[in-house]
């Protein structure tokens, strides 16, 4: 019987060892106008394009093809859709309005509700498929929209993308990026064709597992997030950890211990506050946080 124990407990812990891994996630980080050739690595308002004036939608296309001659895609987001849209700007008109305006990006042209495809600077997107130089972009799918109290910008800014707008100083010679004039504005990364981006325009988040230092004294929380701060323990200025998994939540990062627990590895809680409280760190900002 012992014997018999023994065995099943060793076949137990052979299996659990052999286990795969739960696959990591690859987040990416769309790239500004400012680190990109294209815009001479400043915003795209800087060279004084026709129409455009000191502040333009920081818009990024995604093609139907993995190929820049294939155009982008528009996909109709009307009656539950529109709901979301709604909901996910708390149903002001203002932001209304101007979001769904057939002059201010993401309905560039063609009006409300044909959805172009394309992203902004910034936010988070992840791939089904690498073909060459080129990623087919992980969006929801068309069918029917999700449940805005698990699939929302805090939860998943990778699927609930937010306006970002970039602007040009011209007499500091800076670029900058800011909400748009009626404030936070977000909408749904859907498409109803797969859609596509180029491998230049993402920046990849590190690859895990990755070591990181504190610089200062963090929480261990049980539970990734703003609103979860119970604490397991502190990770000390200058000790180091092990990274192991990543959590996008709004405009911050937060990353899974090795040893267990979340540390925060991005914190973004106001404009010009962006905080960096580990060793690890991104050249992409992410978009601007929620107006004061």
């Known amino acids: ?41 400043k915003s795209r308002t800087a060279e004084n394009w026709i129409g455009v004036g000191p502040q333009t939608p920081e818009i990024v296309p ?3 093809q993995p190929n ?4 982008s895609h528009r996909t109709k987001v009307n009656g539950e859709w ?22 201010t990006a993401l309905f560039n042209t063609a009006g409300f509700p044909q959805l172009e495809s394309l992203t902004m600077g910034g936010n988070v997107i992840t791939l089904d ?27 998943r800014p990778d699927l609930i993308h937010k306006f970002v707008v970039v602007g040009w100083r011209e007499k500091t010679g800076e670029t900058y990026w800011t909400n748009p004039p ?20 993402l920046e990849e988040f590190p690859e895990l597992p990755v070591k990181i230092t504190a610089n200062s004294t963090l929480d261990v929380q049980t539970i990734p997030g703003i609103e979860n701060n119970t604490a397991l ?13 990543y959590y996008p939540s709004g405009s ?16 973004y809680p106001a404009m010009n506050e962006l905080h960096y409280p580990t060793s690890w760190t991104m050249e992409t900002l992410p978009p601007p946080p929620p107006s004061q």
């Open 1 to 41: 019987m012992k014997l018999r124990l023994l065995f099943c407990m060793s076949l137990l812990f052979l299996l659990i060892s052999c286990a795969p891994e739960t696959p990591k996630i690859q987040y990416y980080r769309v790239k500004h106008d400012s680190q990109l050739k294209t815009y001479n690595y």
């Open 62 to 64: 995604l093609f139907v």
């Open 68 to 71: 820049l001659s294939s155009g």
């Open 82 to 103: 529109e709901v979301l849209i709604d909901t996910l700007n708390n149903n002001e008109e203002s932001k209304l309005r101007y979001l769904k305006a057939d002059n």
């Open 129 to 155: 498929e690498i073909s060459g130089k080129w990623g087919k972009v992980y969006t929801l799918e068309i069918i029917e929209p999700p449940d805005i109290e698990k699939i929302n910008y805090i939860t």
């Open 182 to 201: 009626k404030g936070d504005m977000y909408w749904p990364l859907v498409s109803s064709q797969p859609v596509w981006i180029q491998l230049e325009r």
């Open 233 to 245: 323990s502190k990770l000390s200025a200058g000790q180091t950890a092990t990274v192991v998994e």
């Open 252 to 267: 911050h990062v937060w990353g899974r211990l090795k040893s267990g627990g979340w540390i925060t590895l991005l914190w």
